[in-house]
């Protein structure tokens, strides 16, 4: 029986730590932290049930083929389908809905006067998945020639649009003449923690998989999809150590794993960690971070489930960023799952997520402005929160916590980086760190490699890493019986 470490208890871990198990490896995962999830963790307060990581779940049917691939698909929790995907406003009053229906997205935008707009936006972005999505996430990234390959295989017509596509806002203000709507195209570069202004029209892809799949919601919240994980890991004979930081390396012919000390030899080993300090590159541009707070609101809201309101000046907000400091009007999310769950949040209460994008820190210096930032922040969503429902009183709302990227940082993200690698310029999805290491055995999953970030492209990527430290070892199998 070969013996396989995983490092790292995210969804990429703990999915590549089923598949191994369930091939007939012997695995053992290690987390330093005392709970499974990476990012994907929970706060419970009096009956409120926070989610600290993923908020939504696009492309269910990489959760179920996952589970399906270990012949566990009776542990996939149950998955709500929103009708109303956001609601998104603006300081000005205006509001544009975007809904699992084509139709009704489209009459919400004809509100700006850009329905026609949005049926043709609709069709290019379904344009960009055929030609750069699907082929992108069918398979592991081995290079140039491989990909194009792939690409080929959907016509020649897909090499060419797949080489004309530009920046997100090119692409936005060539079919919005909207502020509002070009904003919505825009945001999606946030998903990878990029800037519209730099990041590849691709991410237009993103608004078609949310409609072709449906955003979803994992009932319980996401806690329950990571109860579903270590339920399948404990049925699949997986050995998990919690609280348990490790280092690995490859010495002569052994890799070897675990606490100083203590290590032990394993075959071959799946990271599900950043790889960018592997790399030499965790010191360079890095993704945005987040700033959190946690709310409990004594009253039921008429926010959305996912409701964000946007700051007035996008560009100048993506500037400040990447410049390094907090925005001064920052566009905020608000995740309100007992709009859809009543088991998030006791009567007469609501569980708000609200989230703010934030620079990751280059340095202690940067790290020390949050003891200013923060304070700041916190002002501004709860500000934003009581223009967004009048009438609301200071006394109804309770902050539970907060997070800033100093919090992420002690998780083991470069700077704070939710993401990690920077998705800016038109090859940046070709210049992702690759799953492979450089020393042999070693692969990495996680939302920093390929595919990228989101729950369903982290299950891919754990995928990706097992199937590759499968055929190594088959390889290491066959050279030692030669």
């Known amino acids: 029986m070969r013996r396989v470490a995983v490092i790292g208890g995210g969804f990429g871990g703990m999915g590549a730590a089923l598949e191994l198990a369930h091939a007939g490896s012997a695995v053992t995962l290690f987390e330093q ?29 990489a959760v179920e083929e996952t589970f399906a691939r270990a012949e566990l698909s009776g542990l996939v929790p149950r998955f709500k389908r929103l009708s109303l995907h956001a609601r998104y406003t603006w300081s000005g009053g205006e509001r544009f809905e975007c809904f699992d229906s084509l139709d009704r997205t489209i009459e919400s935008a004809s509100a700006f006067g850009e329905g026609d707009a949005y049926r043709r936006f609709a069709r ?11 082929p992108y996430l069918e398979a592991p990234f081995e290079g140039i020639p491989s990909f194009f390959a792939r690409v080929m ?3 020649a017509s897909k090499v060419f649009e797949g080489a004309r596509l530009g920046t997100l806002d090119e692409l936005a203000r060539r079919h919005f003449r909207s502020p509002q709507l070009q904003q919505f195209v825009n945001r999606f570069a946030t998903y990878a923690g990029g800037s519209p202004f730099e990041s590849t029209s691709a991410f237009a892809m993103i608004p078609h998989l949310e409609r072709a799949t449906g955003v979803h919601h994992v009932e319980g919240g996401m806690g329950e999809l990571v109860r579903a994980f270590s339920n399948a890991l404990e049925q699949r004979g997986v050995r998990v150590e919690l609280s348990t930081r490790v280092s690995w390396e490859r010495r002569q012919n052994d890799l070897v794993v675990g606490p100083k000390g203590h290590e032990e030899r394993f075959d071959a080993v799946v990271v599900n960690a950043d790889p960018l300090g ?6 360079g541009p890095l993704a945005m971070s987040g700033y959190v707070l946690l709310l409990d609101v004594a009253a039921p809201l008429p926010l959305a489930h996912h409701h964000v309101r946007f700051g007035d000046d996008y560009r100048k907000e993506f ?10 009007d ?6 309100h799952p007992s709009a859809t769950d009543a088991t998030m949040a006791p009567a007469g209460h609501s569980a708000l997520f609200v989230m703010v994008n934030a620079p990751a820190f280059e340095n202690e210096a940067r790290a020390a402005k949050w003891a200013e930032w923060g304070p700041r922040l916190r002002e501004r969503c709860l500000s934003a929160l009581r223009q967004e429902v009048p009438g609301l009183q200071s006394s109804q709302v309770r902050v539970v ?7 992420l940082a002690r998780l083991g993200a470069p700077g704070g980086s939710i993401y990690g690698f920077l998705p800016h310029g038109k090859f940046a999805a070709f210049q992702r760190p690759r799953m492979r290491s450089t ?33 190594f070892l088959e390889r290491s199998r066959r050279a030692e019986a030669a």
């Open 33 to 61: 932290s005392g709970a499974l999830g990476g990012k994907a963790q929970v706060v419970r307060d009096g009956g409120l049930v926070f989610d600290t990581g993923p908020t939504l779940l696009t492309f269910p049917q």
């Open 124 to 134: 290019e972005a379904e344009k960009i998945w055929d030609a750069a999505g699907e």
């Open 153 to 155: 295989k959907r016509g």
């Open 278 to 283: 592997e790399r030499g590159r965790d010191r």
């Open 319 to 328: 500037a400040e960023i990447f410049a390094g400091t907090a925005p001064t």
């Open 330 to 335: 920052p566009t905020i999310y608000f995740c």
């Open 401 to 407: 916590a907060e997070r800033t990227p100093l919090e």
């Open 439 to 471: 020393v042999p055995g070693i692969f990495y999953a996680g939302g920093s490699v390929h595919p990228g970030g989101g729950v369903p492209m982290v299950l891919r990527s754990g995928h990706f890493a097992a199937d590759a430290a499968l055929r």
